[in-house]
């Protein structure tokens, strides 16, 4: 089975602290994503990686940046955390050499921002 | 720029009760279409997919979706609905051209009442 972790579950943190979300996956998947879920709204796209050091921004980047260092860690990184950005986040992977587009989640990371 | 609607933002059911959950999307070429769910406190998963071939797509738990090219639709149906639906279900779509990237809808809140 593929497995997506992120390192925390939940996180509180101060505005203006610089916060970091990791996120690893087990799969050798090239592709891994970051989103927001906020109610009503669904899940907005951040960045996205298609390999290790690539990076697209997605449709919310405004705010945040990301860093792909190794090809199983995708790491969000809010330089100043403010309160617009207490949200759950999704980190995911796939592997676009099956053609399956199937994306796989992590189990979330609800972060609040004081 | 591709989009998903969910008309239905909260769906509430009886036990028994048929389900149908609608999903529109804005794109005229060739799209792949997926449901995902996310059960309380569970991470999202992947419901079904439809890629090509048969437009009845089954899943697992006894649901289906079936994708109407010519009304843009990939609604989600599930004949008699348990207490263990209770969830929340995106739809989403990729495009050939960006088959990575994954549009989600905005979600639809399942309550069944036992």
């Known amino acids: 089975d593929v497995k997506v972790t992120q390192s925390s579950r939940y996180l509180v943190k101060r505005t203006g602290e610089k916060v970091f979300l990791e996120c690893v996956q087990d799969m050798d998947h090239e592709n891994m994503f970051w989103y927001r879920q906020d109610p009503g709204l669904g899940l907005r796209l951040i960045y996205f990686s298609y390999d290790v050091k690539m990076k697209e921004k997605g449709d919310i980047p405004e705010g945040y940046s990301v860093s792909r260092e190794k090809k199983e860690r995708f790491s969000l990184i809010l330089e100043s955390a403010s309160t617009n950005q207490t949200s759950m986040y999704l980190c995911?992977?796939?592997?676009?050499?099956?053609?399956?587009?199937?994306?796989?989640f992590g189990p979330g990371t609800r972060l609040t921002v004081t | 720029a591709q989009s998903v609607s969910q008309h239905n933002h909260h769906v509430i059911l009886s036990e028994a009760a048929s389900l149908e959950l609608g999903c529109n999307y804005s794109?005229?070429?060739?799209?792949?279409l997926f449901w995902y769910v996310q059960y309380p406190g569970q991470h999202l998963q992947l419901l079904l997919k439809y890629f090509s071939g048969d437009p009845l797509v089954k899943g697992i738990k006894g649901f289906e979706a079936e994708f109407i090219k010519s009304k843009f639709s990939f609604n989600l149906r599930k004949p008699s609905v348990q207490w263990s639906d209770t969830a929340e279900y995106f739809c989403a779509v990729s495009t050939y051209s960006s088959a990575s990237k994954i549009i989600f809808g905005s979600g639809t809140r399942l309550s069944i009442r036992p």
């Open positions: 794109y005229g070429g060739t799209v792949n």
């Open positions: 995911a992977s796939h592997n676009t050499g099956t053609g399956d587009y199937e994306q796989y």
